[in-house]
């Protein structure tokens, strides 16, 4: 079945340092993927989404670029903030089973130091 | 917009006691997720319902778990009889029209089962 892999956590940064979370997949045809992020005490919440080969998803200083040839999705931003300390998480959906059929991986804790 | 709403947001209790958990979806989404969410297995669907029927809960674990949505701003998890291996942070989420596989979570609830 489909599957996301993450980096194993926590990714410890000081601020203003350039970030990488890597994520990759196993999955039939064209899935659409996601990077959604979960602050310390809250749920979950959509960062960035991309739907097809080569789109770059964005948000908040965050971008991901979906890459069909090496099935990956790294999550970037060029300058992390103590603000960003949160769990990151990955996931995929096929097109036809829809978003009910999310897949997520087990999610990277980044902390960020002043 | 009051978003997505749990209760409790933490439960202790023994091992063989029924416990139930709550969810107040957004107002207006048709769609209602309850996941769970452990160090082990990360975050897992386990039912999803649509204008409150249940579509899919082939990933509830036994059935000792149930889940009712009796109107459209109001469901229930439950565990009976609960087991220390059920501990773990249950979080419901909804979607609605527009962008369906942006859900939004609630805050989860901590269930220790001792």
New interface residues.
Partial sequence: GDSVTQMEGPVTLSEEAFLTINCTYTATGYPSLFWYVQYPGEGLQLLLKATKADDKGSNKGFEATYRKETTSFHLEKGSVQVSDSAVYFCALTQPGTGFQKLVFGTGTRLLVSP | DAG?IQSPRHEVTEMGQEVTLRCKPISGHD?L?WYRQTMMR??E?LI?FNNNVP??DSGMPEDRFSAKMPNASFSTLKIQPSEPRDSAVY?C?S?GPGL?????????TQLSVL
């Fill in positions: 997505v769609y997720f990360g975050l669907l999803y579509i899919d979080f989420a979607s369906r596989e942006k859900l939004f979570f609630g805050s989860g």
